[in-house]
């Protein structure tokens, strides 16, 4: 396990190192100090903007994909709508399956009735 490059053995050291130098209760205060630093950095607005900061930039490779999808989407419609603007006289490709709203002059066929039949099914046992 390393933190920020300084293994397990690295940071025991730096412990004990303290704990000579500065004595129990001076590690007491000094990791109290430290303590009160790290939490005033923490609830800082510079802070707060790098963090935005950071997670815009995660995000840019993800939100860059999608604009260069729609981009070629909306080219590939365009392009396929002055190629092909009617077909057998119904406008397909303002239909609503093309995922464009359908104008108000196309009707949807009405689903069709299932056909009934015209003799009752016999009873058994008459």
Known sequence: MNIFGIGPLEIIFVLIIGILVLGPEGMIE???KLGKFLRSI?????WKNIRQGVTEIQHLPQRLIREAELEELNELRDLTKNSFPKIGGNDL???SWSGLPASNSEQSPE???PKKD?????????
């Not at 015209?118 to 008459?126: A, L, N, Q, T, V």
């Open 93 to 95: 490709i303002n239909s």
């Open 42 to 46: 923490i609830h800082s607005p510079w």
């Open 30 to 32: 000094a990791g109290r």
């Open 118 to 126: 015209p003799k009752p099914p016999e009873k058994k046992g008459e």
């Open 111 to 113: 689903p069709e009735e």
